[in-house]
């Protein structure tokens, strides 16, 4: 897809995930926003997956190791067709196969049940690991809250992954700045990053996390990186493309009302015909 099409589709998936929260009264809409435009680049251009056949042997991987950040990964499945985009108004109700975190037994699509932090970049450096050890092209994605990472679980998957030279292994980091109880750098600072995955022996990549063409870059060149992992720090906002959401961290584990979906809707709507003109 061109970049303008990829931005359109990261503006549906947006309206989706506030579609989805709302319509749940609970859930995680600051680190699912911050991230749509790179669970749009995945799904839509860098993933080698098929809707039609979501377990096929030789797919790519993808585990969301911030499982909160489930309502970014619903509604980008729902629009790349593994499920039915209605379905996302079922969030976290009783009985829907779209609960609060991910799960591998309910969802297609989902390749790892995730939402204890930490745990989703130990399971991708295994699977990463397993494709090694079976002589497999198959490439293993994940995707880390930067407040996640004040995880040790974390690190001890870095440091088996820069070990084990796993170059089919991309670790992708939210750095959108926000945690639930404050700025990443007030509550327990994990900064440098990049140096510290460096550290670990992975060849890290800084970006714009709402850059079509950084994005674009920084995946081209991890598949091109042999001998080590590779760690995209995607320099986000939290809340990205809904004004009152923005950087705040308020937003971080809240639903909007009905008077804030509505203006958070229409915030969108703009964003999208602004796209439309372009």
Same mark, same amino acid.
């Not at 991987?61 to 039915?84: D, E, I, M, N, W």
């Not at 799960?103 to 970049?121: A, E, R």
């Not at 407040?147 to 070990?163: D, T």
């Not at 203006?263 to 796209?275: N, R, S």
């Given at each position: 897809?061109?970049?303008?099409?990829?931005?359109?589709?990261?503006?549906?998936?947006?309206?989706?995930?506030?579609?989805?929260?709302?319509?749940?009264?609970?859930? @995680?809409?600051?680190?699912?926003?911050?991230?749509?435009?790179?669970?749009?680049?995945?799904?839509?251009?860098?993933?080698? +997956?098929?809707?039609?056949?979501? !377990?096929?042997?030789?797919?790519?991987?993808?585990?969301?190791?911030?499982?909160?950040?489930?309502?970014?990964?619903?509604?980008?499945?729902?629009?790349?067709?593994?499920?039915?985009?209605?379905?996302?108004?079922?969030?976290?109700?009783?009985?829907?196969?779209?609960?609060?975190?991910?799960?591998?037994?309910?969802?297609?699509?989902? !390749?790892?049940?995730?939402?204890?932090?930490?745990?989703?970049?130990?399971?991708?450096?295994?699977?990463?690991?397993?494709?090694?050890?079976?002589?497999?092209?198959?490439?293993?994605?994940?995707?880390?809250?930067?407040?996640?990472?004040?995880?040790?679980?974390?690190?001890?998957?870095?440091?088996?992954?820069?070990?084990?030279?796993?170059?089919?292994?991309?670790?992708?980091?939210?750095?959108?700045?926000?945690? +639930?109880?404050?700025?990443?750098?007030?509550?327990?600072?994990?900064?440098?990053?990049?140096?510290?995955?460096?550290?670990?022996?992975?060849?890290?990549?800084?970006?714009?996390?709402?850059?079509? !063409?950084?994005?674009?870059?920084?995946?081209?060149?991890? %598949?091109?990186?042999?001998?080590?992992?590779?760690? +995209?720090?995607?320099?986000?906002? %939290?809340?990205?493309?809904?004004?009152?959401?923005?950087?705040?961290?308020?937003? @971080?584990?809240?639903?909007?009302?009905?008077?804030?979906?509505?203006?958070?809707?229409? !915030?969108?709507?703009?964003?999208?015909?602004?796209?439309?003109?372009?």
């Amino acid at each position: 897809m061109e970049n303008l099409e990829l931005a359109k589709m990261a503006n549906e998936i947006r309206k989706g995930i506030v579609t989805a929260v709302h319509s749940a009264k609970a859930g @995680h809409p600051g680190g699912s926003l911050s991230a749509a435009d790179i669970f749009t680049y995945l799904y839509f251009e860098e993933l080698n +997956i098929d809707p039609e056949n979501p !377990d096929k042997p030789d797919r790519d991987r993808f585990v969301l190791s911030k499982g909160h950040t489930a309502p970014g990964l619903y509604s980008t499945l729902a629009h790349r067709g593994f499920f039915p985009v209605e379905d996302l108004v079922t969030l976290r109700k009783l009985g829907s196969y779209l609960q609060g975190h991910p799960s591998m037994q309910y969802i297609p699509g989902v !390749d790892m049940s995730t939402g204890s932090l930490g745990q989703g970049i130990s399971a991708a450096a295994g699977m990463a690991l397993g494709g090694k050890l079976d002589n497999k092209d198959y490439r293993v994605y994940t995707l880390l809250g930067d407040g996640e990472i004040e995880e040790g679980q974390v690190w001890e998957a870095a440091m088996f992954a820069g070990f084990h030279k796993l170059d089919n292994l991309v670790v992708i980091v939210d750095n959108n700045g926000l945690q +639930i109880d404050g700025p990443i750098d007030q509550v327990c600072s994990p900064y440098p990053i990049d140096k510290k995955f460096e550290a670990f022996n992975f060849h890290v990549i800084n970006i714009d996390a709402h850059n079509f !063409d950084e994005i674009r870059a920084a995946f081209k060149e991890a %598949k091109e990186t042999k001998g080590m992992p590779t760690a +995209i720090i995607a320099h986000s906002l %939290k809340g990205k493309g809904v004004s009152f959401m923005e950087g705040n961290v308020a937003w @971080h584990g809240t639903a909007p009302n009905d008077e804030q979906y509505a203006v958070a809707m229409a !915030d969108l709507e703009k964003v999208g015909e602004a796209l439309c003109q372009k």
